[in-house]
């Protein structure tokens, strides 16, 4: 709960004031106005490396994801962006050859502390997946899942939780007369936001989304950026995707992988306008990958 | 990995290098109608301005396709955002051969009022200014952009020392007014190229060193 109420205190940033740069002087009119050092850390990921039994497919990582930000891991597939997401709800506990070590820590806490609740924490790390996935159930009941899990039934409180997720998801206006519908029936772009719906109803500490908008039209891919865009500031997003102009649309900072290392973490506006990596800037511009 | 945008770069940047050859081509000949007194040559100079602003119009045309249709990143963002502001630069530096041999037309008319030193010497320095600021962006010398841009003291202090060589010419004989006049609009043409090869410089260390250090002002 308490973070429940640190989250209401933050206000949903319109784009405009967003987007505004806060009175830069002359001199730094060029430099990026967003920083790293000046950010709160939401997840920290120290010294990380892991295993498909033999192989290493990620080595040594340090970054830590800033807070109420979006942040977009990009790199060529087999780069260890999908594998990293998948460890941070402990997605990897699930294949038996997987082996790690270092430590990530989510607010403060280890996730992989021996005390942990791997099922409390994929609550506390709401994921969204490139194929959207439903439950076949009602749009109401897919939403507040999270909240069944826990036991709760006051109808006012779910009623709550429905409509402050699927507005925030940009949804409440598209189905609110048919709530209790089955959620099959909606649109692959809708489905995709009811799972963001679904996500966010647990007020997670981050919000996973792994390439989410790739099996979408580009219409409901231009919804679902909106929607991600909206959700700064709200939550602490990291987002996987192969698509560097989404990368660069959506995100606040870029980190680059290759080949399971970290290669630049930065500033979105500094990645794509001036790298300081050459593999970096060979990728955004297209020349590998 | 070649990419056909490569090609479609490298195409910009030959256009970029056929339009600069045009520009200073146009201020040379403006130049030498003047020093030779040779009217005809002026009104070729005057002439060659449309295709130097037909280029103008095909490198804009080109980089507005490059960024709708190829959404570039980093240093090639950078080299097509240049190649459109060298391209103003360039249309100017023809516009200013353009003001020169108008001047020549009329000088041409009159008797020649002085030998012809400084003027001949500002248009050396600032058409080799223009040729190297575009050497260094074909050959990617940021370097040698940079030292470019000090050059161009060098010719405001000749245009100063004109000026005030023509003002004394005018205040010793009214008939010489409307010469000297035409020869400061001259130099005042050939300070202008100096500038403007020093905003291409200033471009090119931007498009190589993603520095911009236009107005002195030291960014990174």
């Known amino acids: ?289 | 990995m070649e990419r056909h945008f490569d090609q479609e770069l490298a195409e910009l940047k030959d256009a970029l290098l056929r339009m600069s050859a045009l520009a200073e081509q146009s201020v040379g000949e403006a130049l030498k109608a003047l020093v030779q007194r040779d009217s005809a040559l002026a009104e070729k100079a005057d002439a060659a301005d449309e295709a130097i602003d037909h280029m103008e119009m095909e490198i804009d045309d080109r980089v507005v396709k490059l960024l709708a249709l190829r959404q570039p990143a980093a240093k090639d963002l950078r080299f097509i955002l240049m190649s459109m502001k060298i391209a103003a630069e360039l249309e100017r530096i023809g516009d200013q051969a353009v003001n020169i041999a108008h001047r020549v037309l009329k000088l041409n008319e009159e008797p020649q009022l002085k030998p012809f030193i400084d003027i001949p010497q500002m248009a050396d320095l600032s058409c080799r200014m223009v040729h190297e600021a575009l050497d260094a962006f074909v050959y990617a010398k940021p370097d040698q952009a940079q030292q470019i841009i000090a050059r161009d003291d060098n010719v405001d202090k000749i245009e100063t020392q004109l000026h005030r060589e023509l003002t004394s010419f005018m205040l010793e004989d009214p008939h010489t007014i409307t010469r000297a006049m035409n020869l400061i609009g001259v130099a005042h043409s050939l300070e202008r190229i100096a500038d403007h090869a020093t905003n291409i410089a200033e471009e090119v260390v931007y498009l190589y060193e993603a520095r911009d250090i236009r107005h002195q002002l030291a960014r990174t």
């Open chain 1, 1 to 289: 709960m308490a973070l429940m109420e640190e989250k209401t205190q933050v206000t949903t940033p319109t784009h405009a004031a967003a987007r505004r740069p806060v009175a830069p002087s002359v001199a730094d009119a060029s430099t990026p106005s967003l920083s790293l050092a000046n950010e709160e850390t939401v997840l920290e990921v120290e010294q990380f490396n892991l295993w498909y039994g033999e192989k290493q497919a990620l080595f040594d990582l340090n970054l830590k994801f800033p807070r109420g930000k979006v942040t977009a891991l990009i790199g060529p597939s087999g780069c260890g962006k999908s594998t990293l997401i998948r460890s941070i709800n402990r997605l990897n506990d699930l294949i038996d050859s997987v082996r790690y070590s270092g430590d990530m820590r989510l607010n403060g806490h280890s996730i992989f502390g021996r005390d942990v609740d791997v099922i409390e924490l994929r609550k506390r790390t709401g994921m969204v997946f490139q194929k959207t996935n439903p439950f076949p159930m009602s749009i109401y009941e897919n939403v507040i899942y999270p909240l069944r899990i826990d036991g709760e039934t006051r109808k006012s409180v779910l009623d709550e939780v429905v409509e402050r997720s699927l507005r925030r998801a940009a949804l409440w206006d598209e189905v609110k007369d048919r709530l209790h519908e089955s959620a099959l029936q909606m649109s692959g772009g809708q489905q995709q936001r009811l799972c963001i719906a679904r996500a966010i109803s647990a007020e997670p500490e981050v919000l996973l989304m792994d390439e989410p908008c790739s099996a979408l039209d580009p219409i409901a891919t231009g919804k679902v950026e909106e929607l991600i865009y909206q959700l700064k500031g709200l939550y602490s997003v990291i987002i996987v995707t192969h698509n560097m102009q989404q990368a660069a649309r959506v995100s606040d900072y870029t980190a680059f992988f290759y080949l399971g290392r970290l290669i630049e973490y930065d500033a979105t506006e500094k990645i794509f306008t001036n790298p300081s990596n050459k593999q970096t800037e060979d990728y955004v511009t297209g020349r590998f990958g």
